[in-house]
Structure formats: structure tokens, C-alpha cells
């Protein structure tokens, strides 16, 4: 059993940074994506930026080049440095495991950590 624990949410102002981490425990299966999702009141789960195990990263065309995924291997953490944050970014967000990008009844989920953008 894997467990993901998020932290680093809050309230920015547009144009503002934030880091969020998640911490992995548990038998982590070294095969898996693993990343970040975001859920936005009213819509469905997205998929913000994960990494396959071998290092491909996948990032959804709205974050491209203003968040940047990374990871720890020797700590189990994967990070999301987020910059010139926009209030579309505002959501619940999500660390997962799973066997592909996509969401599936395979995956594992931290508890999320909510980001606000607003003035």
C-alpha cells in the first residue's frame, strides 16, 4: 500500500509562486507515473505534470512553462514549483500513482492540497 501525502497549498495573488511537494511511503510500485492532477470546482481531474519512471515528463498546455516538475529518488518526493500563477489555476491538487497518464480505478491518491489565486 502506497501513501502520498501533499503539502505547500494556499492563497497567491496572480502572478505569484508556489511550491507544492508530496512525500511517497509505502510500497511504491517503481513502474508507475507518478504527478500532479488538479480538480477545479465543478470539473473533472486533470492532469497538471507527471514523470513516467524512466524521467518523461508530461505537462498539460496550460502550465507549460510556468511549472516545472521535479523529483527526489532517494527521498520519494516529487515537487511543483509554480510560477506566474492565474486564477484558472485555482483547484484541489492532487499527487498520484498509477499505472498510466490518464486517471484510473488503478491509481492512489494523496488527500490534495487546495491552491487559491486571487487579489
Known amino acids: 500500500q502506497v501513501q502520498l501525502v501533499e503539502s505547500g497549498g494556499g492563497l497567491v495573488q496572480p502572478g505569484g509562486s508556489l511550491r507544492l511537494s508530496c512525500a511517497a511511503s509505502?510500497?511504491?510500485?517503481?513502474?508507475?507515473?507518478m504527478g500532479w492532477y488538479r480538480q477545479a470546482p465543478g470539473k473533472e481531474r486533470e492532469l497538471v505534470a507527471a514523470?513516467?519512471?524512466?524521467?518523461?515528463?508530461n505537462y498539460a498546455d496550460s502550465v507549460k512553462g510556468r511549472f516545472t516538475i521535479s523529483r527526489d529518488n532517494a527521498k520519494n518526493t516529487i515537487s511543483l514549483q509554480m510560477s506566474s500563477l492565474k486564477p484558472e489555476d485555482t483547484a484541489v491538487y492532487y499527487c498520484?500513482?498509477?499505472?498510466?497518464?490518464?486517471?484510473?480505478?488503478?491509481?492512489?491518491w494523496g488527500q490534495g492540497t487546495q491552491v487559491t489565486v486571487s487579489s
Open positions: 498520484k500513482t498509477g499505472p498510466a497518464w490518464s486517471v484510473s480505478r488503478y491509481d492512489t
Open positions: 509505502g510500497s511504491i510500485v517503481s513502474s508507475y507515473v
Open positions: 514523470f513516467t519512471p524512466g524521467g518523461i515528463t
